[in-house]
């Protein structure tokens, strides 16, 4: 890939300017959005246009198990895919001791054609069916996760993090900055990182758990955001890290605390006039 990284996007030029990059992370997401991939080289990326993968990623619990293959009699063989860079993905990874850059790759099969299991190209998919209708999707997700103490004994109970005021974190708290300054360092290395990969964030707010957090992503195309989502989990964990706890984003780490979600906001816009076809005559309802 000649002269590739003239091509990156602004935020990856700004932050390799005047620097030499070490690694880039290539990488896809799994079913349950885990980052699966190789870590290469800069130098032998440069010089590659594809990798391979197994598609027994997409067969991968999130426990690590492997579920079973579509196909009971065959099973899967661990076919190998081509993975190919969208380079207008290419992110920084702030947190590593290198330069480092992510790109998420899209799946392909030997004969060039998209892996229809991938989470990216299944969405792809939908998202062209909108065209064809003449219609753009727009979305804007809100992530909740939870700050935790750290925790290396699965047989321990998730207890939440302990707040720069050395209490632990409050519960039934739903919007109080008190409660998010409480997270204030953590929450510092999450705007830097973002800003560091050219993302966006709306707006931070504290949930109605102990330590539970939302995140509100601007709105924007559905596959871009999915790819940012996706980021960010990561993001974020590295961000806890650096702090002395961890982020979860499971839909209940806590018994006696409010669960977890994502919300999606979504409207649909007439590509030729990009009215919203939710909205009514004088900005009224729809029938």
């Not at 860079?85 to 054609?113: C, K």
Request: aromatic share 8%.
């Amino acid at each position: 890939m000649a002269n590739w990284k003239d091509h990156l996007p602004a935020a990856a030029q700004t932050y390799l300017e005047g620097r030499r990059l070490d690694e880039v992370e290539c990488i896809i997401s799994d079913l349950p959005g885990i980052a699966r991939g190789k870590a290469v080289p800069a130098s032998k990326f440069a010089r590659q246009d594809f990798f391979h993968l197994p598609d027994s990623i997409f067969f991968q619990t999130i426990s690590g198990g492997y579920g079973e293959a579509a196909n009971e009699d065959e099973g899967f063989i661990e076919k190998d895919m081509t993975l190919r860079p969208d380079m207008s993905t290419a992110t920084a990874a702030p947190w590593t001791g290198d330069w480092t850059l992510q790109v998420i790759h899209d799946a392909e099969d030997r004969e060039g054609n998209p892996v229809g299991c991938s989470p990216r190209n299944v969405l792809k998919r939908v998202v062209d069916l909108y065209k064809k209708q003449g219609l753009t999707p727009v979305i804007a997700p809100e992530m909740e996760f939870y700050l935790v103490a750290r925790n290396i004994d699965p047989a321990v109970e998730i207890k939440p993090m302990m707040g720069r005021s050395g209490r632990p974190a409050a519960a039934r708290q739903a919007y109080s900055m008190t409660a998010v300054d409480e997270f204030g360092p953590v929450i510092d290395d999450i705007y830097d990182f973002a800003e560091a990969q050219g993302f966006e964030i709306d707006g931070i707010t504290q949930e109605g758990g102990a330590g539970q957090l939302e995140i509100n992503l601007a709105h924007g195309d559905p596959v871009k955001l999915a790819d940012e989502v996706f980021y960010f989990k990561r993001l974020i964990r590295e961000a806890a890290l650096r702090h002395d706890c961890f982020a979860t984003f499971m839909a209940k780490p806590i018994a006696e605390e409010p669960g977890s979600s994502m919300h999606v906001h979504h409207s649909i816009l007439d590509t030729k006039s990009g009215e919203n076809i939710f909205v009514g005559p004088q900005d009224g309802e729809t029938d």
